[in-house]
């Protein structure tokens, strides 16, 4: 059976930290570089990207793997033809797909209908690479991850569901500050909770971020939401991560986003570029996060 990565929960709890540490490792310059020697990975896209498919596409090939991108428009997946039949196509010629896409279930019917490895490069629900990214952006500054309390400020979307399966499986203490309306999903919320999770919801962004070792936020309307940013502008009013909201945080607190970002709406200029921005570190580690999941999944 072949493993799959679609959210940070299927990595198991004993060997998700392990993920973690390869992943500083592979850093470090320990890199398999025959890992997926004679395989091809599949990207394929339907929303727009910078840091993740160029960040997978550089991994593969370190790795000795060959990827090819596919935007999804202009395959035949954008002229209906039905996913399950893609799925069972490509498994005929490749070893892997990561796959950006809309709804969860878009991946599940890969699994479903594939027999190759299905690896999650956003989805409306979650962003798991990402987080695992953004976990060893934390590791590197403050190991005992238990010890941490990261603050989300704004959208409880596909990010902060991430953060939320991330506090289940790496311990740290989660608050989270959204807005009525724009709360996370109350399955996942739970269901974090039900592993262990140590998560606080509040609609005051002050009150999250209180003494927090981390402060992450995300765009208010996220691809696919275009139509509803003036809405959201209003709803997310005073949830901007500004240098009075930074100051509450804990001392040398770092400032976290996925990128990109939307400078004068979920964060002040001043914040992105200060000393407390680590956003750059986060970019980064992409690369070394991917490369760790693909070697979870293919060693
Ligand atoms: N953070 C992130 O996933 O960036 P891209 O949309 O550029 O891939
Ligand atoms: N929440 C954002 C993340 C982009 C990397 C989106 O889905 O557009």
């Given at each position: 059976m072949p493993k799959h990565f679609l959210t940070i929960l299927d990595i198991p709890k004993d060997e998700v930290k392990q993920v973690v540490l390869r992943a500083k490792e592979m850093k470090?310059?320990?890199v398999r570089t025959d890992l997926l020697d004679g395989k091809t990975l599949l990207l394929i896209f339907?929303?727009?990207s910078t840091r993740t498919r160029v960040s997978f596409e550089v991994g593969?090939?370190?790795l000795g793997?060959?990827?090819v991108f596919i935007a999804a428009r202009d395959s035949q997946l954008g002229r209906s033809e039905p996913l399950k039949d893609t799925a069972r196509v490509l498994s005929r010629y490749a070893d892997g797909v990561i796959v950006r896409t809309?709804?969860?279930?878009?991946?599940?019917?890969?699994?479903?209908?594939g027999d190759i490895p299905v690896v999650n490069a956003l989805t409306d629900e979650y962003h798991p690479c990402q987080v695992m990214a953004d976990v060893l952006t934390m590791y590197e500054r403050t190991?005992?991850?238990?010890?941490?309390?990261?603050?989300w400020v704004g959208d409880g979307n596909n990010m902060a569901h991430s953060f939320i399966n991330g506090s289940a499986a790496f311990g740290y203490e989660l608050r989270l500050a959204c807005p009525e309306g724009y709360r996370p999903d109350t399955a996942i919320l739970d269901k974090a909770v039900s592993l262990g999770a140590r998560i606080t919801l509040t609609d005051d962004p002050?009150?999250?971020v209180a003494g927090a070792d981390y402060v992450n936020t995300d765009v208010w309307a996220s691809m696919g939401q275009e139509e509803e940013q003036k809405k959201r502008e209003a709803a997310f009013a005073g949830y901007m991560v500004d240098e009075s909201l930074m100051g509450l945080a804990a001392p040398n607190a770092g400032f976290m986003h996925c990128l990109p970002a939307h400078r004068g709406e979920e964060v002040s200029e001043g914040v992105f570029e200060s000393p407390a921005s680590i956003v750059w570190d986060q970019a980064e580690n992409r690369l070394h996060a991917q490369k760790a999941i693909l070697e979870w999944i293919f060693k």
């Open positions: 470090d310059g320990k339907e929303k727009a593969v090939r370190q793997g060959d990827p809309f709804g969860q279930e878009k991946l599940e019917t890969l699994v479903d209908y190991p005992d991850l238990e010890k941490v309390k990261v603050a002050k009150v999250a």
